[in-house]
Protein backbone atom coordinates (compact mmCIF):
# COMPACT_ATOMS: atom_id res chain seq x y z
CA UNK A 1 0.00 0.00 0.00
CA UNK A 2 1.23 3.51 -0.90
CA UNK A 3 2.09 6.01 1.48
CA UNK A 4 -0.66 8.51 0.41
CA UNK A 5 -3.41 5.60 0.04
CA UNK A 6 -2.54 5.00 4.28
CA UNK A 7 -2.13 8.81 4.78
CA UNK A 8 -5.68 9.24 3.67
CA UNK A 9 -6.61 6.82 6.70
CA UNK A 10 -4.15 8.32 9.13
CA UNK A 11 -5.70 11.89 8.54
CA UNK A 12 -8.98 10.26 9.59
CA UNK A 13 -7.59 8.88 12.68
CA UNK A 14 -6.14 12.36 13.45
CA UNK A 15 -9.64 14.33 12.78
CA UNK A 16 -11.15 11.84 15.02
CA UNK A 17 -8.43 11.98 17.66
CA UNK A 18 -9.02 16.15 17.93
CA UNK A 19 -12.34 15.32 18.06
CA UNK A 20 -12.95 13.52 20.52
CA UNK A 21 -10.54 15.36 22.06
CA UNK A 22 -12.84 18.44 22.44
CA UNK A 23 -15.47 15.96 23.68
CA UNK A 24 -18.78 17.42 21.86
CA UNK A 25 -21.83 17.01 22.68
CA UNK A 26 -23.10 14.18 20.90
CA UNK A 27 -24.80 15.91 17.90
CA UNK A 28 -21.97 18.11 16.84
CA UNK A 29 -19.57 14.52 17.41
CA UNK A 30 -21.68 13.49 14.87
CA UNK A 31 -21.96 16.06 12.25
CA UNK A 32 -18.17 16.47 12.41
CA UNK A 33 -17.29 12.77 12.40
CA UNK A 34 -19.77 12.09 9.34
CA UNK A 35 -17.90 14.80 7.42
CA UNK A 36 -14.48 12.81 8.42
CA UNK A 37 -16.16 9.54 7.21
CA UNK A 38 -17.70 11.06 3.78
CA UNK A 39 -13.94 12.39 3.35
CA UNK A 40 -12.28 9.36 4.03
CA UNK A 41 -14.73 6.91 1.60
CA UNK A 42 -14.56 8.91 -0.91
CA UNK A 43 -11.39 6.87 -1.70
CA UNK A 44 -11.56 3.36 -2.65
CA UNK A 45 -8.05 2.61 -2.21
CA UNK A 46 -6.56 2.72 1.32
CA UNK A 47 -8.46 -0.26 2.60
CA UNK A 48 -6.05 -3.27 3.01
CA UNK A 49 -6.89 -6.08 1.26
CA UNK A 50 -6.89 -8.32 3.94
CA UNK A 51 -9.65 -5.98 5.73
CA UNK A 52 -12.12 -6.69 2.73
CA UNK A 53 -12.46 -10.53 2.79
CA UNK A 54 -16.01 -11.88 2.54
CA UNK A 55 -16.69 -15.20 3.54
CA UNK A 56 -19.50 -18.01 2.84
CA UNK A 57 -20.20 -18.29 6.75
CA UNK A 58 -21.29 -15.25 8.06
CA UNK A 59 -20.22 -11.33 7.61
CA UNK A 60 -16.90 -10.22 9.06
CA UNK A 61 -15.98 -7.22 11.32
CA UNK A 62 -12.61 -6.41 10.54
CA UNK A 63 -10.66 -3.96 13.39
CA UNK A 64 -8.65 -1.43 11.63
CA UNK A 65 -7.71 1.15 14.77
CA UNK A 66 -8.87 1.27 18.27
CA UNK A 67 -8.15 4.06 20.26
CA UNK A 68 -5.70 3.65 22.92
CA UNK A 69 -7.92 5.41 25.54
CA UNK A 70 -10.99 3.49 24.29
CA UNK A 71 -12.59 6.53 23.03
CA UNK A 72 -13.25 5.10 19.89
CA UNK A 73 -12.50 2.34 16.90
CA UNK A 74 -12.96 1.91 13.45
CA UNK A 75 -13.64 -1.16 11.81
CA UNK A 76 -14.77 -2.73 8.33
CA UNK A 77 -17.61 -5.03 8.09
CA UNK A 78 -17.82 -6.90 4.95
CA UNK A 79 -21.18 -8.77 4.10
CA UNK A 80 -21.44 -11.39 1.65
CA UNK A 81 -24.23 -11.50 -0.65
CA UNK A 82 -27.04 -11.88 1.25
CA UNK A 83 -25.39 -11.79 4.35
CA UNK A 84 -26.79 -9.60 7.17
CA UNK A 85 -26.88 -8.48 11.36
CA UNK A 86 -29.44 -10.13 13.74
CA UNK A 87 -31.66 -7.06 15.44
CA UNK A 88 -29.04 -5.35 18.10
CA UNK A 89 -28.34 -2.49 19.52
CA UNK A 90 -24.76 -0.60 20.19
CA UNK A 91 -25.10 1.40 23.23
CA UNK A 92 -22.76 3.58 22.22
CA UNK A 93 -22.39 6.19 18.85
CA UNK A 94 -21.94 5.23 15.73
CA UNK A 95 -21.36 6.16 12.39
CA UNK A 96 -21.45 3.65 9.29
CA UNK A 97 -20.39 5.04 5.92
CA UNK A 98 -20.67 2.31 2.76
CA UNK A 99 -17.24 2.06 1.06
CA UNK A 100 -18.29 -0.47 -2.09
CA UNK A 101 -21.74 -1.88 -2.54
CA UNK A 102 -24.96 -1.20 -0.91
CA UNK A 103 -26.59 -1.94 2.41
CA UNK A 104 -30.11 -2.20 4.02
CA UNK A 105 -30.68 -0.64 7.36
CA UNK A 106 -33.70 -1.90 9.30
CA UNK A 107 -34.28 0.64 12.38
CA UNK A 108 -36.77 -0.64 15.16
CA UNK A 109 -37.53 0.82 18.22
CA UNK A 110 -35.49 0.07 21.77
CA UNK A 111 -37.50 -3.06 23.03
CA UNK A 112 -40.60 -2.09 25.62
CA UNK A 113 -43.87 -4.36 26.16
CA UNK A 114 -44.77 -4.79 22.21
CA UNK A 115 -43.95 -6.78 19.93
CA UNK A 116 -40.09 -5.43 18.06
CA UNK A 117 -41.67 -4.33 14.59
CA UNK A 118 -39.92 -2.54 12.16
CA UNK A 119 -40.14 1.15 11.81
CA UNK A 120 -37.90 2.15 8.96
CA UNK A 121 -36.15 0.93 6.60
CA UNK A 122 -33.60 2.72 3.91
CA UNK A 123 -31.03 1.83 1.24
CA UNK A 124 -27.12 2.84 2.11
CA UNK A 125 -25.61 3.35 -1.37
CA UNK A 126 -21.95 3.50 -1.74
CA UNK A 127 -20.52 7.00 -0.32
CA UNK A 128 -23.51 6.90 2.17
CA UNK A 129 -23.38 7.56 6.08
CA UNK A 130 -25.93 6.79 8.97
CA UNK A 131 -25.69 7.01 12.55
CA UNK A 132 -26.54 5.25 15.84
CA UNK A 133 -26.89 5.69 19.26
CA UNK A 134 -29.25 5.64 22.44
CA UNK A 135 -30.52 9.25 22.05
CA UNK A 136 -31.08 8.84 17.97
CA UNK A 137 -32.14 4.72 17.45
CA UNK A 138 -30.00 2.43 18.85
CA UNK A 139 -31.14 -1.00 17.50
CA UNK A 140 -31.13 -1.92 13.66
CA UNK A 141 -30.85 -5.29 11.71
CA UNK A 142 -27.82 -4.51 8.58
CA UNK A 143 -27.56 -6.36 5.39
CA UNK A 144 -26.27 -6.53 1.64
CA UNK A 145 -28.73 -5.18 -0.54
CA UNK A 146 -26.38 -7.22 -3.64
CA UNK A 147 -27.35 -10.51 -4.51
CA UNK A 148 -24.22 -11.05 -6.43
CA UNK A 149 -21.30 -9.26 -5.09
CA UNK A 150 -19.67 -7.86 -1.75
CA UNK A 151 -20.50 -5.04 0.26
CA UNK A 152 -18.42 -3.03 2.42
CA UNK A 153 -18.88 -0.28 5.43
CA UNK A 154 -16.58 1.55 7.84
CA UNK A 155 -17.90 1.37 11.06
CA UNK A 156 -16.53 4.06 13.80
CA UNK A 157 -17.74 3.77 17.25
CA UNK A 158 -17.34 5.53 20.77
CA UNK A 159 -16.13 2.46 22.03
CA UNK A 160 -13.84 -0.35 21.42
CA UNK A 161 -17.06 -1.92 19.80
CA UNK A 162 -15.89 -5.51 19.51
CA UNK A 163 -15.26 -5.58 23.76
CA UNK A 164 -18.69 -3.72 24.89
CA UNK A 165 -21.44 -6.08 25.89
CA UNK A 166 -24.61 -5.59 23.77
CA UNK A 167 -27.44 -7.37 23.12
CA UNK A 168 -29.40 -9.10 20.27
CA UNK A 169 -33.12 -9.21 20.03
CA UNK A 170 -34.81 -12.80 20.00
CA UNK A 171 -37.52 -12.83 17.39
CA UNK A 172 -38.41 -16.35 19.07
CA UNK A 173 -38.47 -15.30 22.65
CA UNK A 174 -39.30 -11.80 22.13
CA UNK A 175 -36.14 -10.65 24.51
CA UNK A 176 -32.88 -9.14 24.23
CA UNK A 177 -30.16 -11.23 24.26
CA UNK A 178 -26.34 -10.21 25.50
CA UNK A 179 -23.17 -10.71 22.87
CA UNK A 180 -19.86 -9.37 22.45
CA UNK A 181 -18.67 -8.96 18.25
CA UNK A 182 -15.38 -9.33 18.90
CA UNK A 183 -13.30 -9.07 15.69
CA UNK A 184 -12.40 -11.11 12.79
CA UNK A 185 -8.66 -10.46 12.43
CA UNK A 186 -6.54 -10.99 15.79
CA UNK A 187 -4.92 -8.01 15.47
CA UNK A 188 -5.90 -4.19 14.35
CA UNK A 189 -4.82 -3.13 10.98
CA UNK A 190 -3.45 -0.24 12.35
CA UNK A 191 -1.82 -0.77 16.26
CA UNK A 192 0.21 2.32 16.64
CA UNK A 193 0.71 5.58 14.83
Known amino acids: M ?10 FLDVMDALVARD ?6 LDEGEAALRVLIAYDDWLPAE ?6 DGYQQYLLYADPQQ ?4 TSFVWGPGQG ?3 HNHTVWGLVGVLRGEERCAEYPSPGDAPMQCVHQHALVRGAVDRVSPR ?41 RPFVSGYSNAAPWIATR
Do not use: K
Request: charged share 20%; hydrophobic share 40%; aromatic share 8%.
Open 24 to 29: PHEAML
Open 2 to 11: SAERSDRFFQ
Open 136 to 176: IGDWHAVSNALADAPSISIHVYGADIGRVTRSVWDPATQQR
Open 51 to 56: CAVPRT
Open 85 to 87: TPI
Open 71 to 74: RYSV
